[in-house]
């Protein structure tokens, strides 16, 4: 073992001993940082390690260009896959070319197919199955390789190690591994890949970066159902060579049918995987029809291909979008209203100014405590707005959740808020939490009302809303008025009801439909809303909107060194600032006041 060792490296190869792979645990290398070797190894190197005593086998560095095809046959399911591997290698690369590589066999069954080439790699998976049910060992046991290659930080066991022999023992060795070109050394990764039998590897999908609206179909998604992968690229010079399953195998532009394969057309999931470098693509991802006519018509930029596409009618138009949200806004507002069959006229008329038409009390329903021992402060009645607005994880949710409590519990105070909503509905709508969060921060509303924890409170609902569509979730925010007696409605998430918060059209139409619909069933609305990341203010024109028209403002903070957060009253309407505060959870996830 080590006059062979010694002569393989006065060839310029690197070796290091190794465990018996007859053994448990066997192949391992018995040398500490054997990566080292990589770059450089001296005579006196391996000379002190073959010196060691138990020494089970030698492994081959592969390094220096060596690059191998491990064939792994004891996983194959077809007893001819090794004959109709080499075939398709004969194929791709020529007998002259494949008589010059060599060939070792394996200790389980299987061969390594040694060369070198100018293009080395790291370790690539080429050819794997779905694990069948009789072989699983666990739920997680999917796969099987049957082919991979050992590039460029691996190594292979060769001969002499036990169990390992080259095919022709008098004309191969490791000594004669042959330097073969870049072209046949993709011909012999191409002609593996036809043995893949999943379709993982498709999942590694090309980013298409082109906006589309909401649900709206755009220019990448309406190209991407007029065309397929394969059309398009044999309208760009790619060549058909052979079918395997629903695999269709393509030659790049610029190369015969005899040069192995650059790409492969899935039939049932519609996409092109590229295998060449050589080509407009990223190698090792797949491409939709989008992507292609991307990479060839407009350099890979999927903004231009984009917005071409866009003048070429390609997606619906975005102003056709912004219209059906507005109509469905206007629809809905035309729907609401005790006197909706009235002229305009008739409708402002009846509400003029008479100097006898006296005003009902505003009858308050939400009170804040200042201080301790002060009189606790009226804060808005029925038909009143109050905005809550907080960048992400602020605890602006916490505290919309602590006064929907407080109200609901019509004498506990909670973060400082007391009230009472005598007897009508508290309803929480969220359009942002997964459906975990949504049920333990409802959970803390029943922890924080002091109601029992195993039952609904009669005059409470809380719904997520966040899998449907903003018309759906419009029509169904309206809906909530014809089902329930609303005293209280907060909305968890507003800007997700709208299409655009920079539209001003359409977030004029929003706020003006809420609040007209509040307003005629006498509901107080509570609207949470993110902050804008860059300024720290009410996100776009419905922002700006909403604290035009709302009662009062109340801002949450998180702040950043004592982890807790802090709630500020930059406008109240008709009454004294309420003092701003801090809260926090507890060790028991309860809020408390600080």
Known sequence: MKQEALKLHKAGFKVIPTSSPSKPNGKRPMCKSWKQYQEKQTQQDVEELFSQTNIGGMALLTADGIEVIDIDLKYSLDDDLFTKLMDKIIDAVGLETYEKLILSKTISGGYHLIYRTNIPQGNQKLAQRYTIDSEKKNENDKIRVLLETRGVGGYILIPPTQGYEYDNKETHSILNVPLITDDERNGIISACRLFNETTDHYKNLAPTPVKNYGKTKGPADAFNEAHSPK???????????????????????????????????????NLFYVYSSSTPFEQDKAYNAFHIYTAYEHGGDSSKAGSQ?????????????????????????????????????????????????VPDEIEHILYFQNEPFEERMPMAAFGDMIMISGAAKSRKSALSNSIAAALLSGSNEVLKFSGNVKGRHVIVIDTEQNKNDFYDSIKQIYKQAGVQPDIDPPNFEAFDICKYTISERLEFVKSVFDQYDVGVLILDGIVDICEDYNDQKGARALINFLMNITREN?????????????TGSARGHLGGELQNKCKMTIRVTKNKDSKDSTVEFPFVRGSKDPDEFRFTHDENGNLVTL
């Open 231 to 269: 059309d398009l690229i044999e309208q760009y010079g790619w060549q058909f060579k052979y079918r395997v399953g629903e695999n269709l195998y393509y030659v790049r532009p610029g190369k015969t049918l005899r040069e192995g394969h650059g790409g492969s057309y899935h039939t049932g999931l």
């Open 309 to 357: 596409l866009y003048k070429e009618g390609y997606g619906e138009r975005y102003s056709k979008n912004r219209d059906s949200y507005y109509d469905t806004i206007m629809n809905l507002s035309e729907e609401t209203g005790k006197d909706k069959d009235l002229t305009i006229f008739e409708r402002v008329h009846q509400h003029r100014f008479r100097i006898k038409n």
């Open 522 to 534: 006498n509901t107080m609305f509570i609207p949470v809303l993110h902050t804008a990341r860059s």
